[in-house]
């Protein structure tokens, strides 16, 4: 597919997104408005009390960003009525039906006008309460494919996932069941919520003990079925259930490994928070990291954000108006270029060494390289020797 037809196909198209405060709807955003100015329409769903609550955080939390500079650089002292003409923002919240939206002029706009629909939104903390985890990555995936059914126009929908929906288990795990064939079951993992929860309040729990429970309740069901935590247990079951009740519709489910800054587009190395691996880089660029377990030669399956809105426009384009199951993309770089963890934690110490990062006090941080360990007992060991003797 030549890029050409990409970008033609985005002319005058009408998009919906969701999750715009996101790593990967900014970025996917951006993009939109940088390559094909001639889109119609981005309606940018965002979790707010009214329209201008939703603009004022586009403004602040997605716009404001660097991200933005080349667009910003672009269009000048345009660049405001540019986007008031390019995009409409919605207040409302996927984990409601309709999305919670009041306005039914604008309900009925949507269905008669969306051509695309990119769902982006997730609860991505590993331990986050179990009834908010499963309301947006479960729940809020049925409610979005239910608005998107109503669409007559609609060509494409596009959800993004998590490569590591397919938990810790061995074997064949079903791709689409979600009544117990599967060893899972939505009713009864939304009627084991609403009875915790409903006990909890009739014994008059403090909120902060509803949380904690909440929590250790999500890892819990995890755990139980096979997934390592709340997030990618509640983003499975979201995706079991899109894929069940989509009728219809043209589905393409992209599912990206470990997501890293971005890689040429709009400019290298942006990157937004300290999530996941960016983590890593920053202790080791502070020297707050002198050691580490793990293997060598394991693999560390990181691909940048903007690979993965390059993957999801294209897919969006080669499924549109195409009805079938679920079109399904794994997005990583272990198969063509992978990346060992020992090359990443040698990386950041070249990288370190030439660009040191610069403490409070203004003198450059001196880094050295990190012990990686193979085993948690040689973990033990140099921990005893060098720590604990010591303090001793």
């Not at 890892?219 to 139980?224: D, F, N, V």
């Not at 880089?281 to 390059?310: H, R, W, Y």
């Not at 195409?322 to 993309?329: E, M, R």
Request: one cysteine or more; aromatic letters at 8%.
């Amino acid at each position: 597919m030549e890029l050409g037809s990409v970008v033609e196909f985005l002319e005058n198209k009408i998009i919906l997104v969701s999750g715009v405060t996101g790593f990967v709807a900014k970025v996917f955003i951006e993009k939109i408005l940088r390559v094909q100015p001639n889109v119609k329409k981005l309606y940018l769903l965002i979790r707010a009390a009214d329209t201008e609550s939703a603009a004022l955080r586009f403004q602040n939390e997605v716009l404001a960003k660097d991200l933005f500079n080349v667009l910003k650089e672009k269009w000048g002292t345009r660049l405001n009525s540019f986007i008031s003409e390019k995009i409409t923002f919605v207040a409302g919240d996927i984990s409601s039906e309709d999305l919670g939206l009041k306005d039914s002029n604008l309900k009925e706009e949507l269905w008669n006008e969306l051509d695309v629909m990119v769902n982006s939104a997730a609860i991505t903390k590993f331990d986050e309460r179990y009834d908010v985890a499963f309301g947006i990555n479960t729940l809020g995936a049925i409610h979005l494919v239910n608005f998107a059914k109503k669409c007559v126009k609609l060509k494409v929908f596009v959800h993004v996932s998590t490569a590591y929906v397919a938990g810790e288990r061995t074997g064949l795990i079903l791709e689409n069941p979600l009544d117990g064939a599967s060893g899972l079951d939505f009713d009864a993992e939304m009627k084991v919520i609403d009875q915790k929860l409903n006990e909890l309040k009739t014994k008059g729990a403090p909120q902060k003990e509803i949380t904690l429970f909440m929590k250790n309740l999500g890892t819990e069901r995890a755990k139980i079925h096979g997934w390592p935590n709340t997030y990618v247990f509640t983003k499975t079951m979201g995706e079991m259930i899109m894929q069940q009740s989509k009728e219809n519709l043209s589905l393409v489910i992209i599912r990206p490994t470990i997501v890293s800054g971005t890689y040429k587009e709009p400019f290298p190395g942006w990157v937004e928070d300290l999530k996941t691996i960016n983590a890593l880089f920053v202790a080791s660029a502070q020297g707050n990291l002198p050691c580490l377990v793990g293997e060598t030669k394991t693999i560390m399956d990181v691909i940048p954000v903007d690979m993965v809105v390059n993957a999801m426009i294209v897919a969006m384009v080669a499924h549109a108006k195409q009805p079938s199951d679920a079109n399904i993309y794994h997005v990583g770089s272990s198969l063509r270029n992978p990346v060992t963890l020992v090359s990443i934690l040698d990386y950041g110490f070249v990288y370190f060494t030439k660009k040191p990062w610069i403490n409070k006090q203004g003198k450059p941080i001196e880094v050295s390289k990190i012990i990686l360990f193979s085993s948690i007992a040689s973990f033990h060991g140099y921990m005893q020797i060098c720590y604990l003797l010591p303090l001793k």
